[in-house]
Nanobody, 126 residues
Framework: QVRLVESGGGLVQAGGSLRLSCTVS????????MGWFRHTPGKEREFVGA????????YYGDSVKGRFTISRDNARDTGFLQMNSLKPDDSAVYLC???????????????????WGQGTQVTVSS
């Protein structure tokens, strides 16, 4: 059973920063790509970014490019989403996800990921 647990969400003022973590258990961490998505009620789940199994490649959605950075520490079974210059529009539930096909290209759709966390709320006040 693969389990993903996000943490680090909270309330922050516009312009501030937060770092989210995603801890994975139940499978060797370095054997899958990791993605981050966000969800706001009434909107489609939005791709935030992804990182390859070895951390060598990253890929970001247009709305966060240049402000957010994804990284991972395979020794700690943890992935990270560093969010800087936050805006009120960034408010959402942020979810991490795992794609257990490390030989494939990074994906930007929810269908490309098999395992999901429950999410952590990020609220950015103006």
């Amino acid at each position: 059973q693969v389990r993903l647990v996000e943490s680090g969400g909270g309330l922050v003022q516009a312009g501030g920063s937060l770092r989210l973590s995603c801890t994975v258990s139940g499978r060797t961490f370095g054997t899958y790509h990791m993605g981050w998505f966000r969800h706001t009620p009434g909107k489609e789940r939005e791709f935030v970014g992804a990182i390859s199994w070895n951390g060598g490649t990253t890929y970001y959605g247009d709305s966060v490019k240049g402000r957010f950075t994804i990284s991972r520490d395979n020794a700690r079974d943890t992935g990270f989403l560093q969010m800087n210059s936050l805006k009120p529009d960034d408010s959402a539930v942020y979810l991490c996800a795992a794609d257990p096909t490390p030989w494939s290209a990074l994906k930007n759709t929810r269908e490309g990921y098999t395992y999901w966390g429950q999410g952590t709320q990020v609220t950015v006040s103006s």
